[in-house]
């Protein structure tokens, strides 16, 4: 990736986080700290499951499309016919919704008023989030992120934006904003289709040949699959801890736990822009047999992430106790959570690739075992130490799971990589 595409890339997920917690603000300073512990809980579910639902596509794609020259692959029609898979199984998801799902978690687990209503609305967007995911995989594979970060750290918090400041305009209540979501997430999901047909015309074929290559299709999707349950398990160790909050304590804690969470992620910012393109050139270092080239691009990812991910944590360790100021006078936040959310957001943002290094090699199966290792440390320290210091507790959870994980990842990378 050249230097202009990673500028644009890396400043355009400086706005996508910047527009998201100007969203944050908006729905915070409007609904207060009870509500938007529901809209926490609602964002994280999504959150869940957006990792599973591209059915692990968005990794093994990149994968597939580095090598699929040398096993003279019709990518495009391969690809064409994956998305349709994908839509098809995510459109189950407010199907389940209708079908009474929503109404049994919102009468047994989470007991907040319009939630059932809420969680079918929030479902309605997956389906398109999926699809930009596995978009997201093709534009990449195609040397084109800057493209595609154009839609989705751009055009889609600018609408998510655009939206919110309907919504308040419109009404105060949490629905009007999961809708405002939804409704950003679909016209995304449109724009970016508009621009794949005028960008990469001839791609689609006629219904006849659909799936005419299912060998390659199904050998894609056997991998693909493992790497879904690799990142679903991920996406539980970012979740979980929200979603068992609102089991345990008052919305308006989990509210103010959440707020502290989305500002954390800032600290992966930088090295996520740096990273969008590092699956694609492991897997071809790999095929080639180049470890040491693999060796030079994960110490210059540390080295850089380390950097500037320790300036944004030391940022927020120190001025996120402030945070009511922004959100309202209904938020209380705790200094210790304000230390203990981005301590565990820079371990995973500085050896996060060394999870693309296991999946491009193969490894995926062995990355998986350490994430349900790390899912477990999480889980159990949740239900423990949450009944007996609240907020405290996730947190110091969180932070030990992505400590657990990504130092098992680290030493197997380096014992593969021959360090």
């Known amino acids: 990736m050249t230097f202009k595409e990673t500028t644009v890339v890396a400043f355009g997920m400086v706005v996508q986080h910047a527009m998201l917690l ?96 809420n969680l079918l609305i929030a479902m309605a967007s997956m389906p398109f989030l999926a699809d930009l995911a596995v978009m997201g995989a093709f534009y990449r594979a195609k040397n084109k992120p800057a493209t595609f970060a154009l839609f989705t750290s751009y055009l889609q918090p600018s609408l998510l934006l655009g ?24 016209a995304s999901s449109v724009v970016v289709l508009h621009d794949y047909r005028r960008r990469f015309p001839g791609r689609s074929s006629a219904p006849a040949r659909l799936f005419a290559q299912w060998p390659e299709i199904s050998r894609i999707l056997r991998e693909s699959l493992w790497m879904a349950l690799n990142l679903l398990t991920y ?89 009511d100021l922004v959100f309202g006078s209904s938020f209380v936040f705790s200094p210790l959570l304000a230390l203990l959310l981005p301590a565990g957001w820079l371990v995973s943002a500085v050896l996060a690739p060394t999870s693309l290094a296991l999946s491009m090699a193969g490894a995926h199966r062995q990355d998986l075992a350490y994430l349900l290792i790390g899912t477990s440390v999480l889980l159990f320290g949740c239900f423990l130490f949450i009944p007996l210091f609240g907020t405290a507790g996730a947190a110091a959870s969180s932070l030990a799971a992505f400590i657990t994980v990504n130092g098992l990842r680290f030493a197997t990378v380096c014992r593969l990589l021959g360090s």
């Open 235 to 323: 996406g539980l160790m970012r979740a979980a801890d929200i979603l068992i909050l609102g089991f345990f304590v008052p919305a308006r804690e989990v509210g103010a736990y959440g707020v502290l969470t989305a500002i954390s992620t800032l600290v992966q910012t930088y090295p996520l822009a740096m990273s969008q393109t590092l699956g694609p050139q492991i897997a071809r270092l790999h095929h080639a047999r180049d470890l040491d080239g693999i060796k030079v691009l994960l110490s210059e990812h540390v080295a850089r992430a380390s950097i500037v991910g320790s300036f944004v944590f030391g940022g927020i360790a120190g001025f996120g106790s402030y945070l």
């Open 163 to 186: 939206m919110a400041a309907i919504a308040v305009w419109a009404g105060s209540g949490v629905t009007i904003f999961v809708l405002a979501s939804t409704l950003a997430a679909i």
């Open 22 to 117: 100007l969203v944050s603000v908006i729905v915070a300073r409007t609904v207060g700290s009870a509500d938007y512990g529901q809209f926490s809980i609602l964002r994280n579910i999504a959150t869940a499951l957006i990792t599973v639902t591209p059915l692990g596509l968005n990794l093994a794609m990149l994968k597939h499309s580095a090598l699929h020259d040398a096993r003279r692959i019709d990518m495009d029609s391969v690809y064409r016919d994956l998305r349709i898979i994908v839509l098809a199984v995510n459109a189950a998801l407010p199907a389940l919704c209708l079908l009474g799902v929503a109404d049994y978690v919102a009468a047994h687990i989470y007991r907040f008023d319009g939630f059932a209503l």
